[in-house]
């Protein structure tokens, strides 16, 4: 039913490499949502976006984490510096605003 | 402390059998989303019901608010079902901070 997709399914990277992974959010969502969950099945929100603007993130986003939403671009989310616990999946979510939330299939990272 | 639970942790089920999962909830919420997510872990959402009762397909819903409690009843499981069960709110009630899941109901559906 989701038509939010993301690139790409599977990323292997070494400890302190770059990762960066892709989102296009449903046509016509403003919103676009990435979250992160871990092996524990916990998830962290890390960073939303309203069209190209950044609405909220989290520490840990901001210190190691970039973002972007460009107009007539794939969202893209990069970890500039990857870390062992940065190993997780990826979720990407659009939506209209205060409404439904839809996921891409994610990105699953694996930091060696 | 956690602010979506859900339970049972896990479910055992022979195929055919009904299936009932529990959501609570400790702040208000006028955003409630149940997902389906698969072994690969893709998401899929499933129902969005902040209030009331809704169904879809051999699911149904019942949300009541007031006592910050969600629903999610699975008639005539059948393998296919075989997954995790996800409940999220909005606890700030204007996406800013996205949602907040629960931890999940592993159900395995067995022929």
């Known amino acids: 039913n989701s038509k939010v997709i993301q690139t790409p399914r599977y990323l292997v990277k070494g400890q302190g490499q770059k990762a960066k992974m892709r989102c296009i959010p449903e046509?016509?969502?403003?919103?676009v949502f990435w979250y992160q969950q871990n092996k524990n099945n916990e998830f962290k929100f890390l960073i939303n976006?309203?069209?190209?603007?950044?609405?909220?993130q989290i520490d840990m986003t901001e210190k190691r984490f970039s973002a972007e939403c460009p107009s007539n671009s794939p969202c893209s989310l990069e970890i500039q510096s990857s870390e062992a616990g940065d190993s997780a999946l990826y979720l990407c979510?659009?939506?209209?605003?205060?409404?439904?939330?839809?996921f891409g299939p994610g990105t699953r990272l694996t930091v060696l | 402390g956690q602010q979506v639970q859900q339970s049972p942790s896990s479910l055992v089920l022979q195929e055919g059998e009904n299936a009932e999962l529990q959501c609570n909830f400790s702040s208000t919420a006028t955003q409630l989303q149940w997902f389906y997510q698969s072994p690969g872990g893709s998401l899929v959402s499933l129902l969005s019901n902040p209030s009331g009762t809704k169904h879809t397909g051999r699911l149904t819903s019942t949300t009541v608010t007031k006592e910050r409690r969600s629903s999610l009843h699975i008639s005539s499981s059948q393998t296919t079902d075989s997954g995790t069960y996800l409940c999220a709110i909005d606890p700030q009630d204007n996406y800013a901070q996205g949602l907040t899941f629960g931890l999940g109901t592993r159900v395995s559906v067995f022929p």
């Open positions: 979510a659009s939506s209209l605003g205060v409404a439904e939330q839809f």
């Open positions: 976006f309203q069209n190209q603007e950044v609405l909220q």
């Open positions: 046509k016509g969502h403003p919103v």
